[in-house]
Every structure is written in structure tokens, then in C-alpha cells.
């Protein structure tokens, strides 16, 4: 939802004014992953490696304005690196490329990665958000490893319309938020890769206009066009 108006400037709706906010259900973070033939095990290293390869270093991803192309954007942007990106039909087939050592990273959910980083079949480097992933907690953040500020991953949060009545926005989110605090909903979550991070109303639309405020920067300064 904020990816789409930052690469569709001709959507028929707007994000932030056509969706009442109810609330966030939870967070995927991204990794950077590459081949073990790689000479880089971590971040300093691939981005010194970077560097000195430029756009001989291939990197997959899982299509033109997907999360996991816009967050290598973003981390180019501020590594000040060049690597050449190639658009895929989706994470699997970037992830099976890059395991048969045919591109040399690839920027993914770890809920889509983690059974090949656990195979040792590629390497994770860093994690996209601001605090380590319960499901990879020995993998450092971008942040811990030289790139300040570093926050970016799949969210997931309930809207509804507009002119839902705000008092319908609140008993909505008051029952997300007992839901999400079952237990049985947080390791199921985990069990796919994500974190539970219940918010109200207003923290997921302030998320909302600031994400897409970072994505719609990002599109002008790596220069992506793409027509519906």
C-alpha cells in the first residue's frame, strides 16, 4: 500500500486520505543475503566489496517496485554503492537463482530465506530493521553495522474506509489487539517469520504517511517508472 503510490503515481486512490488506519498486526523483517562464494560476511565487507565491483555485482530481486527492490535502492542510497539489480517473478525464484550461485545476493523476507540461511545454502549479513529479528538474533542490524538509521520491513495492518466512524476505528483495534496477544497468534506469527507489533490507530497512519514519504524519495532518486 506504500510501496504502490510511490511507483503508480496515477493510482485511483490515495493512500493516506481514502483509508481509515485500524491498526498494525506485525512486522517482517528483511535480510541481505548473498552466496557463500561471496568473499563479504558482513556489511563493511559487502560494501567495500560493492565498491570496488559496482554494477558487476548482481543482486536479484523479486520484481520492479516490490519491498525487497525498494529496500536495496534505499541501501544503496545510503552506502553509496551501485550494484546492477534483476527483477524477478517473485522471492522464490531470486532465491533459487541466487543458491545456485547464478546472482550473488538478494535483499528478502526472512520468513522466505531463513530455511536456506539455516541450510547454510547462503549467508545472511544484516537484518533491515532497527532491532535484531527474533528469528535470526545472532544476525546484526544495518544500524549495529555502519549504516545509522536503517529501518525498513513488511508491515502488516488492517484499513478500513475512510469515513469509517471513529469510535467503529477504536473497537476494531481494541479487539486486533486482544487477538494479537494470544499466544497461540504470536508463535503462529513467528513460526511464518513474523513479529506481532500491535499499535493504535494514529501510530499505524503516522507509519503510513512517513513510510511512504521514504519510498516515494527513494523512487525519484533511483529513477523508477512504472506504469498500471
Partial sequence: MTNGPAVYPKLPYDIVR?????????????????????????????????????????????????????????FMIRTGTRMTLIPYKGSAPALIDLVAGHVFGHVDQISSALPYIQAGRIRAIAVTTAKRAVALPEVPTLAESGVPGFDASTVTGILAPAKTPRDVVQKLNAALSQVLAQPAVKERFAALGAEVQPSTSDELAAWIRDDLAIWMKVVKQAGIKLEL
Fill in 18 to 74: 481514502d483509508f481509515a488506519a485500524v491498526g498494525r498486526v506485525a512486522v517482517v523483517p528483511l535480510v541481505i543475503v548473498v552466496h557463500p562464494s561471496l568473499p563479504a560476511r558482513n556489511t563493511k565487507e559487502l560494501i567495500a566489496f560493492a565498491r570496488a565491483q559496482g554494477d558487476k555485482l548482481v543482486f536479484a530481486n523479486a520484481g520492479v517496485g516490490t519491498t525487497n527492490h525498494l529496500i536495496a535502492e534505499l
